[in-house]
């Protein structure tokens, strides 16, 4: 088992993990989610023990001399599937770290699409991700091992590496502290069904561009207020989906009904 907590990635035994946040990665190729691990906002996240990651390789669990993990389909066709048993005793090592309580998410474009909104409800100290490769997995597997299947959106990759990472990060950043400032995840797009307000830095001009003279003005009260009607104005043109089911304020209707007749003419 590889698993993270120093700053280096460890090769050790029967560790129990008491980190807030674990994940379990079942995975041909460690290396590929040790790498991802080290930059940014997760990096942080592993360094401060607000998560962690153990990854388990299926090959390490082949009986056979030349580590056999995949095989031809029954009934022909292209490709190479992923056999059960290597996977299974994979699994259930992982599961034996945490007293068999985690869930078991199968990563695939048959999967559930994921969201913002599935991962702020998360109620989960943990998760174990199964990457498949090749045509994916033997369907027997899925039906004994797997509570649910996940899906990173509607095309296909060539390994669950990349959706395991892009959904640790993105519930790893929602944790307590992972972010320089906890305000930024509550602002970010998606929470609270808005997308996010524009941003400027310096330069104040840019290009001919002047930065809004609201945002200069150093006027709290009146700066919060602009984000929120550039918030609702946008989600309502790019997103209307998310307003649908959002019920509005009086003053976000307000606001909105002033960013439409602002922007009439753009
Ligand atoms: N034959 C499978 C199918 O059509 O459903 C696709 C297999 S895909 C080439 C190999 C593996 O990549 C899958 O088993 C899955 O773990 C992962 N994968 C590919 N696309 C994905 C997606 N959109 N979301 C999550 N996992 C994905």
Same mark, same amino acid.
């Given at each position: 088992?590889?698993?993270?907590? %120093?700053?280096?990635?460890?090769?050790?035994?029967?560790?129990?993990?008491?980190?807030?946040?674990? @994940?379990?990665?079942?995975?041909?190729? #460690?290396?590929?989610?040790?790498?991802?691990s080290k930059y940014g906002i997760l990096s942080r996240a592993l360094d401060m023990g607000i998560?962690?990651?153990?990854?388990?390789?299926?090959?390490?669990?082949?009986? *056979?001399?030349?580590? %056999?993990?995949?095989?031809?389909?029954?009934?022909?066709?292209?490709?190479?599937?992923?056999?059960?048993?290597?996977?299974? /005793?994979?699994?259930?090592?992982?599961?034996?770290?945490?007293?068999?309580?985690?869930?078991?998410?199968?990563?695939?474009? $048959?999967?559930?699409?994921?969201?913002?909104? /599935?991962? $702020?409800?998360?109620?989960?100290?943990?998760?174990?991700?199964?990457?498949?490769?090749?045509?994916?997995?033997?369907?027997? =597997?899925?039906?004994?091992?797997?509570?649910?299947?996940?899906?990173?959106?509607?095309?296909? =990759?060539?390994?669950?590496?990349?959706?395991?990472?892009?959904?640790?990060?993105?519930? %790893?950043?929602?944790? #307590?502290?992972?972010?320089?400032?906890?305000?930024?995840?509550?602002?970010? %797009?998606?929470? *609270?069904? =808005?997308?996010?307000?524009?941003? @400027?830095?310096?330069?104040? $001009?840019?290009?001919? +561009?002047?930065?809004?003279?609201?945002?200069?003005?150093?006027?709290?009260?009146?700066?919060?207020?602009?984000?929120?009607? $550039?918030?609702?104005?946008?989600?309502?043109?790019?997103? #209307?989906?998310?307003?649908?089911?959002?019920?509005?304020?009086?003053?976000?209707?307000?606001?909105?009904?002033?960013?439409?007749?602002?922007?009439? +003419?753009?």
């Amino acid at each position: 088992m590889w698993y993270w907590r %120093t700053g280096e990635w460890l090769s050790i035994g029967n560790l129990i993990i008491d980190d807030a946040m674990h @994940f379990d990665v079942i995975t041909l190729f #460690p290396a590929l989610i040790r790498d991802v691990s080290k930059y940014g906002i997760l990096s942080r996240a592993l360094d401060m023990g607000i998560c962690s990651i153990s990854c388990w390789n299926p090959r390490d669990y082949c009986t *056979d001399r030349y580590r %056999t993990i995949d095989d031809r389909p029954y009934g022909g066709g292209p490709g190479m599937v992923m056999m059960a048993e290597p996977l299974a /005793k994979a699994i259930n090592a992982a599961r034996m770290q945490h007293e068999n309580k985690r869930k078991v998410i199968y990563l695939s474009p $048959q999967g559930e699409k994921v969201t913002h909104a /599935k991962f $702020q409800d998360l109620d989960e100290t943990g998760l174990i991700f199964i990457c498949g490769r090749y045509e994916g997995i033997d369907e027997r =597997l899925i039906r004994t091992e797997v509570d649910e299947q996940w899906s990173i959106g509607d095309y296909v =990759l060539a390994g669950g590496e990349l959706p395991a990472m892009v959904i640790i990060e993105a519930i %790893t950043r929602l944790q #307590p502290g992972v972010l320089g400032n906890d305000l930024s995840a509550s602002q970010d %797009t998606f929470s *609270d069904d =808005l997308l996010d307000c524009p941003q @400027f830095t310096r330069p104040e $001009q840019y290009d001919g +561009d002047r930065v809004p003279d609201v945002l200069l003005s150093g006027n709290h009260r009146e700066i919060d207020q602009w984000r929120l009607k $550039q918030s609702l104005g946008r989600t309502s043109e790019k997103r #209307p989906d998310l307003l649908e089911s959002r019920k509005l304020t009086q003053l976000e209707q307000r606001l909105l009904d002033e960013y439409k007749q602002e922007n009439r +003419d753009h």
